[in-house]
């Protein structure tokens, strides 16, 4: 996700402009070099890395509008939306006036890694939220069983949704708070 933003901003900001230059001849060439100081690649990572970074960290909005940010977004990741997460992020962000690459970052919370982990615990608390909670065995997992815990894994995902996003949205609202002393 980091590296399909990081693309994207390097293509808007470094890539267009070149493909729009005329082609310059070789005594023009020689003439602007002379005139104009060569930037170093450190010299231009390091300024796109302050332009991405003021884009995320945007010293303007406030702790509240940042950790939000975080916590919709974690929300979004967690909620079963398959295949409509980011689509739904960032409308989201837009709706709502989030700080919208961080609303993105963290909607790519359920990576792989994470699914299981997220799958797992939303059957678990989806069981005490229904009437008719269904046991969940490795042995015993059937395409009946797995229709059957649909309902208990949609009531448990929500749930395990908001619990999360409120825990990372309290954490990042603290971490501003430390960084900002």
Do not use: C
């Not at 980091?2 to 729009?20: D, E, H, N, W």
């Not at 975080?70 to 997460?85: C, D, E, K, R, T």
């Amino acid at each position: 996700m980091a590296v399909g933003l990081i693309l994207a901003t390097f293509a808007s900001q470094y890539i267009k402009p070149l493909m729009s230059r005329k082609p310059t001849t070789t005594l023009e060439s020689e003439i602007n070099s002379d005139i104009t100081p060569k930037r170093s690649w450190k010299t231009k990572l390091q300024q796109y890395i302050g332009k991405l970074k003021h884009l995320i960290v945007d010293p303007n909005e406030s702790n509240l509008t940042k950790s939000i940010s975080v916590a919709v977004g974690i929300f979004i990741s967690i909620v079963p939306l398959w295949g409509f997460q980011t689509i739904v992020a960032v409308a989201a962000a837009f709706v709502l006036r989030l700080n919208k690459p961080l609303v993105i970052a963290a909607s790519y919370f359920s990576v792989p890694p994470m699914t299981p982990f997220i799958l797992y615990f939303s059957v678990i608390l989806g069981g005490v939220f229904v009437s008719n909670p269904i046991a969940f065995n490795l042995s015993s997992i059937s395409l009946d069983v797995l229709q059957a815990a649909l309902f208990q894994y949609v009531v448990g995902s929500i749930a395990l949704a908001v619990v999360v996003a409120s825990a990372f949205g309290l954490a990042t609202s603290l971490l501003l708070k430390v960084r900002s002393r």
